[in-house]
C-alpha cells in the first residue's frame, strides 16, 4: 500500500550501533504499529501506538524503543543492535471500525542485518 | 492473552486442486479473524476476514470459515492457479484488546 511508507528499505548495520527504522502514512490513521517477521514465527508485534501520546509494548519490545513524533510518524529504533535483531521489519497502520474490529496496512518492510 | 496456532506451516498443492489452512485461537471474546496474503518480498495484505457473527464468508475462489465453539477457523483456495503461491497469515482480535495477534503462517506453493 503506497500510503504506508518505510525508511530504509535495506540496512546492514553492526553489532553495538544504534539505528532507527521511520515510518510514514497518509491514510490518515491514529493507529500505528511495529512488527518483526521472521521465518517460521510469523509476525510478531514490538510496539504499538493509537494516537501521539499513547505508546504500549508488544510481546516483543526488549532491545526496542519508539516514538510517535506526529500522527503520521511513528519510529523505531535500536539501541544498541545485537545479531538477533536481523529480521524484516514492517510498519502498518489502522482505522478500526468501532465495535467490530480493525485491518491493517503494512508498509513495504525494512530488512536489516546486525553484522 | 490471545494464542493463535496455525497449520500447516507449508503445503504443497497441485495446480486446480483446494487448499485448506487452519487457524485455532484461545481467546473467546475475539470477533475478528482476518486472513493475510504475502507474496515474495511483498508487504502483507489483507484478502478476507470475517466477523464473529458469521460462520462462513466468499470472495470468488477463497472463503473462510468459523467455529466459535471450537475456537478455530479456516482459510479456503478452490481451483488453485500459480498466483497463490505465497505465505498467508491468519489473525484475531477483539474490540477490547485493539491489536491482532498472528499465526505463525503458511508458505503455500502450488505446483503446475
Known amino acids: 500500500d503506497a500510503d504506508v511508507t518505510q525508511t530504509p528499505r535495506n540496512r546492514i548495520t553492526k553489532t553495538g550501533k544504534r539505528i532507527m527504522l521511520e515510518c510514514s502514512q497518509t491514510k490518515g490513521h491514529d493507529r500505528m504499529y511495529w512488527y518483526r517477521q521472521d521465518p517460521g514465527l510469523g509476525l510478531r508485534l514490538i510496539y504499538y501506538s493509537f494516537d501521539v501520546k499513547d505508546i504500549n509494548k508488544g510481546e516483543i519490545s526488549d532491545g526496542y524503543s519508539v516514538s510517535r513524533q506526529a500522527q503520521a510518524k511513528f519510529s523505531l529504533s535500536l539501541e544498541s543492535a545485537i545479531p538477533n535483531q536481523t529480521a524484516l521489519y514492517f510498519c502498518a497502520t489502522s482505522d478500526p471500525t468501532p465495535g467490530l474490529g480493525e485491518t491493517q496496512y503494512f508498509g513495504p518492510g525494512t530488512r536489516l542485518l546486525v553484522l | 492473552g490471545e494464542n493463535v496456532e496455525q497449520h500447516p506451516s507449508t503445503l504443497s498443492v497441485q495446480e486446480g486442486d483446494s487448499a485448506v489452512i487452519k487457524c485455532t485461537y484461545s481467546d473467546s471474546a475475539s470477533n475478528y479473524f482476518p486472513w493475510y496474503k504475502q507474496e515474495l518480498g511483498k508487504r502483507p495484505q489483507l484478502i478476507i476476514d470475517?466477523?464473529?457473527?458469521?460462520g462462513e464468508k466468499k470472495d470468488q475462489r477463497i472463503a473462510v470459515t468459523l467455529n466459535k465453539t471450537a475456537k478455530h477457523f479456516s482459510l479456503h483456495i478452490t481451483e488453485t492457479q500459480p498466483e497463490d503461491s505465497a505465505v498467508y497469515f491468519c489473525?484475531?482480535?477483539?474490540?477490547?484488546?485493539?491489536?491482532?495477534?498472528f499465526g505463525q503462517g503458511t508458505r503455500l506453493t502450488i505446483n503446475p
Open positions: 489473525a484475531a482480535s477483539h474490540q477490547g484488546a485493539q491489536k491482532l495477534v
Open positions: 470475517i466477523r464473529s457473527n458469521v
